[in-house]
């Protein structure tokens, strides 16, 4: 539902990187798109972030670092 319904947070907008949050009923959504043929890094606001088990990713999420591959992308929830 957070992403659906969720209200909206861009914490990144750029031609090689796309990443926001979506906060719905105590549930906060990361979504980061790697749009580039290089690897790129990815803060996420505060702790608690757990990546999104079953979500097509490539992203490897530690904590709330987010490593993308080129042309990847990552998904991370957390309780808030």
Known sequence: PALIKGSLSVLEARDDMLAFTRLHEG????????LSDRDLNLR???DGWQAVEG???NGVITGNDVFLEPWQAAFARRAV
């Open 55 to 57: 979500a097509p990713i």
């Open 44 to 46: 996420l606001p505060a």
């Open 27 to 34: 549930e906060e959504l990361a979504c980061a798109f790697n």
